[in-house]
């Protein structure tokens, strides 16, 4: 078998109502002039399987890496608890215009309802426009028949919690917390390995149809949690350090900031790990191959593959989001 290495995948670009061109521009991705909301960088869900673009196992899916090399890939308990089906799902996100406000339902209700995971996630505001905010939880003393209430009202926004947002700026979006990316926010999101969206409100919007989306009241409801959001800030401007971000059942995410070659050894993490990156040009280094890697890019490292090395190019900065499970 072809040993494992540094995986890059190709994008899956995925056009949304609210999407746009940003994502050329920030993180140098490479689509035509549709309106582009999110770039899935790394995902093992059937119907958007990312494939391996680099190395001797180009044109392979992740699924079929899982299934051919198993634990060597994931990780021993990883493995054992999923099988073929990949944890977790990357991706950026391009938001031209509000998200819709929505809410994701627990395991146990996805797996009731849909017979798959729910929705636990994170958001790394990669950019931010001037004004620009983002909807995370709810006003204090709010109770659910007020939520329900002002959706038949139409009046849900005067109850949710706007947070400014800026670059660095970190948001935990636990299940049932009500959320929505605000216009003019570029985001790295991390999240279990689930598409179920439950949209509460969609400003009475039209597509290009003069159709309005699909909203799921009942099965929002069902599954609102009336607490607010864990908001941090990463501090990005301190360098050569790994401050830790989010740390919960279903993932673990770091900042990396890198301004000289650094190791890292995996040795005590049963688990792939991933790099996001945010900012600067690298090299990633095994002990027998090379990998470039610029802004944008998408890397899962192998669990089997316990020594990394990371050499920021032309003496810059590299900014990276590093996930694994523990």
Known sequence: ?????????????????WGGQNLKHT??????NQFIGESWELSGLPNNQSVVANGMLIGKTLTELIETYKHDLVGNIIYQRFGSSFPLLFKYLDACDNLSVQVHPSNEIAQKKHQCDGKTEMWYVVSASDNAQIIAGVKDNIELKDIKQSIEKNTIEDLLHFHD??????FHITEGIIHALGKGTIVAEIQQSSDI???????NRKDQHGKSRDLHINDALDCIV???VNKTHADFSETDIQQELVNCPFFTTNLLSITQPTSFNYQAIDSFVVYMSIEGDYVVETSFSSLDVKKGDTILIPSSVKDIRIIPKDGGKALILETYIQ
């Open 1 to 17: 078998m072809t040993p494992l290495y540094p995986f890059k995948f190709s994008p899956i670009f995925q056009e949304r109502i």
């Open 27 to 32: 993180l140098g991705k490479v689509f035509n």
């Open 165 to 170: 947002a800026k670059q660095g700026d970190v």
């Open 197 to 203: 969206t439950y949209r509460v409100y969609d400003y």
């Open 226 to 228: 009336l607490n607010d």
